[in-house]
């Protein structure tokens, strides 16, 4: 058999876990856990769906309203920003 050779790793190449998402969300947790917050419990997956969904609903009217005062308090610069939009869109289809 034959063993094909393996360079050592350079420190370019190690890749560190610290700069990753899914680590910030680990301290926060490691955070909640040592503070110890208490939860209610979520009884269920659907339970804990239902919920994120509320929340994001909730979100999402909140920057819908931002949204529309923004156009009601400058509606020619939104008409504008529109335009623009429409113009760069139609340009990038008729390629």
Do not use: F
Request: proline share 5%.
């Amino acid at each position: 058999m034959t063993e094909t050779y393996t360079p050592a790793a350079s420190p370019e190449d190690i890749i560190d876990d610290l700069d990753r998402p899914s680590a910030d969300l680990d301290r926060q947790a490691d955070q909640i856990l040592a503070e110890g917050r208490s939860y209610r419990p979520v009884s269920s997956v659907r339970a804990a769906v239902r919920e994120d969904a509320r929340m994001g609903r909730d979100w999402l009217r909140e920057q819908r309203d931002v949204a529309v005062a923004k156009i009601e308090d400058k509606p020619v610069k939104a008409t504008l920003y529109a335009l623009g939009i429409g113009v760069l869109v139609g340009l990038l289809v008729a390629r």
